[in-house]
Structure formats: structure tokens, C-alpha cells
């Protein structure tokens, strides 16, 4: 077969264009696998992404964001109605969720100004969070463990500081971690990954660069490729 002139232009072409709608596909899984709703919309607008279903990613959103927030009521609600099999299978991350709503309940209570302000943070734990606690014998000794060092939270007088174990409690990073375990589960009710391709080489490229600075940077320099700089 004689080749076409234009054969190698045309390919090199025709892969540049295939490498450039890869990668903002990646974008846009990421934007969709992270459950932000505002980017995903915008990206799929602007980067003419065919067929964009965006549905259940402003559910998934709304639901982060409620976590993120602290507004835990609300996110198991839109749970229980879309996600019904997360509350009823899922009762080790059910549990979590009880226990950052109890965070949240003592942390709008102040004792000091109305002792009756914690009644409500009690009663969730009574009602809502120790049953929990007895639902799976396995998990029973792990989980009440878990309820005690938040209703430490009680006893403690946070205006004097609070132990390390207790201060991460209350860290925003403790909602959005969560945030991110209860995404990841929604994903898996639609049978999609947890991680987005660019966060997987995200990761990947923060354990190479642990590993090869750990060891000695000045031993595997590469010429034009600062490892330190990936």
C-alpha cells in the first residue's frame, strides 16, 4: 500500500485532537466525580460535552455541601430519598453521620449561658446514636468508643482548650472528610468510581515524589525534570 503524503500530518492531527477531548474529558469526570455541580455545568457548557447528565450530580452536591456545612438532618433526608440503600445497609457510615449531627448539637449548644442548650445534643445521643451502637456486635466495643470521645465534648470546657483528640472533632476537615466518604458511596449506588482519573495521577504523582525525594533528589535528577517541582 503506498502511503499518502498526508498520511503522518493527518494522524498527528487527528491524535492531538483525540489527546485534547481526553483531557477535558478527564476534566469533566473529575468535575462530575467530585460532585461539583457549579464547574460541571459550566465545563460541559463550554467544552461542548455531548449528552451532559448533571441530575444526580447536583443531588450528590447538594448532599456534600449539606455535610460540609454541618447541616446533617438535611443531607440524610435527601440520603433517604435518594440514596435509601446507604441509611439502611450502610450503618457503619449511618453511624458517622449520627455522630457529626451529635458534634453539631453540641456545638451550638452553650452551658455556660443556658444549661438547657445541650438537652437536644443528649437526647440525639440517647435516641439516635447509641442504638447504633448495639445494631452490629462486631463493631459494638469500636463504636462506643467513638460516642464516648464526643460526648466528652460535653464535659469538657472548650474555652480552655480541648485535647488534640477532641480539637479534630470539631476541624472543619472532619465535615469534609466525611463529605467525601458519603460521595463516594453515592457513587457507588450508580456503579461509577470513587476517583477521577486526575486525582488518581494527583496521587500518584505525590507518592513518587515522596518516594524519590525521600531517598536522594540529587540521585535521580533527569535532565529537564526537577522532581521536586512535579
Known sequence: MVSSPYSQPVAAAMFEIGARYDIL?????HFV??????????FASEAAVPNPELGMVLVRHEVKRDIEGGRIEAALETLQQEYPAIVEEQSALLFELKLMQLIELIRASDFDADPASIDPALEYARAQALPLVKLDQAE?????????????????????GLPTVL????????RDELAVRVNGEMLKCHGSKEMSRLESLRLLRDMLRKSVCSASCNDYRVEGIDFVEL
Open 33 to 42: 466525580t467530585t460532585a461539583n455541580y457549579d464547574a460541571a455545568r459550566v
Open 167 to 174: 480539637e479534630e472533632l470539631l476541624d472543619q476537615r472532619t
Open 25 to 29: 474529558a478527564a476534566i469533566y469526570e
Open 140 to 160: 459494638d466495643a469500636k463504636r462506643m468508643v467513638q460516642l464516648q470521645k464526643v460526648m466528652a465534648l460535653v464535659c469538657i470546657d472548650a474555652s480552655k
